[in-house]
């Protein structure tokens, strides 16, 4: 018998864009619904990453002042691709409960 209780799994970013592609990643290779993702700072500041994305790159207000943390809720039988898919994107770290 499968698993399924619930996991919450986070990973951190160095970049929007890392972050998005991980977003693409769980909506079309796990089918996990959009809204049930959530992308923010990783720290108590405003923030598109830590390093420039080719989306960021010319603006001047485009803060880099942390990582982006994406979160979301899983089946624990979903566990090991999702942290799969999380690195296959650029995740700096992962973690999970």
Do not use: Y
């Amino acid at each position: 018998m499968a698993d399924n209780a619930t996991n919450t799994i986070r990973a951190t970013f160095e970049t929007r864009e890392a972050a998005d592609l991980a977003v693409e990643h769980l909506v079309q290779q796990h089918g996990i619904a959009r809204p049930d993702i959530f992308i923010q700072s990783a720290s108590d500041e405003n923030t598109t990453g830590t390093e420039s994305s080719r989306g960021d790159v010319k603006r001047a207000d485009a803060p880099h002042e942390g990582e982006i943390e994406v979160s979301v809720d899983i089946a624990a039988d979903q566990l090991q691709a999702v942290q799969r898919s999380f690195g296959d994107a650029g995740a700096i770290r992962v973690s999970g409960r």
